[in-house]
C-alpha cells in the first residue's frame, strides 16, 4: 500500500489518498481525497505503507507540529519504507521574489512564499530550510536522506529506519 499524504486535486492510482479538506467547489479544482483526515494524526495501523508522498504540502503545516507529522509517517511506514517530498525552500524563494527571479516576483514567488491562497488550508504557515527539516528527518527516525534541487524547491527521499537513542 502506499499513501498520499495532502493530495488535493492531485490524486494518484494506487494510492490512498488523503486530505484535511474535502472541497467540490474550489477555484483550483475538486478536492475530493479518499478519506479526510489530518496528517498528525493519520487513521492507520502501524507499518502498513511502503510508501509515503507528500508533494508541497509539509509547508502548510505549523512548525509546532512538523515532529508530530514526520513521527506519524515514520509509524505508519513499513520497515525500510520509502518517505519522499517536496518543498519550497525558504531562502531560495525569498532570494527569487527579492531579485525578482524571472520576472516573476508576484506570480511565482508570492504564492510559493504563501500559498496560492484559493481556499482553506491553501496557505504556508511554515518557512521551510533544508538543514533543519533534514535534522527533524533524522530526529524522526529516518535515514538515506538524499536531495534533489529544482528551482527553489526541494524533493527529498528517505526511508525508515531506527529511531534515534537522542536528539541532534
Avoid at 509547508?59 to 509546532?64: A, P, S, T
Avoid at 508530530?68 to 520497515?79: D, S
Avoid at 527553489?152 to 526511508?159: F, G, K, L, N, V
Wanted: proline residues 4%; hydrophobic residues 40%.
Amino acid at each position: 500500500m502506499k499513501l498520499n499524504i495532502g493530495s488535493g486535486e492531485m490524486k494518484y492510482d494506487d494510492y490512498v489518498n488523503i486530505d484535511f479538506v474535502n472541497l467540490d467547489e474550489s477555484p483550483i479544482g475538486a478536492i475530493k481525497p479518499d478519506i479526510v483526515a489530518d496528517a498528525k494524526s493519520l487513521p492507520f495501523k502501524n507499518d502498513i505503507f511502503e510508501e509515503v508522498h507528500m508533494t508541497e504540502v509539509i509547508e502548510h503545516i505549523e512548525r509546532r507540529y512538523t515532529d508530530i507529522v514526520l513521527n506519524e509517517i515514520w509509524r505508519v511506514l513499513k520497515e525500510n519504507g520509502m518517505f519522499y517530498f517536496t518543498f519550497p525552500d525558504f531562502i531560495e524563494c525569498m532570494k527569487g521574489f527579492i531579485e525578482n527571479q524571472y520576472g516573476a516576483r508576484w506570480q511565482v514567488f508570492h504564492a510559493t512564499l504563501y500559498g496560492r491562497q484559493a481556499h482553506k488550508g491553501d496557505y504556508h504557515v511554515h518557512a521551510i530550510e533544508l538543514q533543519d527539516i533534514i535534522t527533524k528527518l533524522f530526529n524522526a527516525g529516518f535515514v538515506n536522506v538524499k536531495t534533489e534541487t529544482v528551482p527553489w524547491d526541494y524533493r527529498i527521499t528517505c526511508y525508515k529506519g531506527e529511531k534515534l537513542p537522542t536528539y541532534l
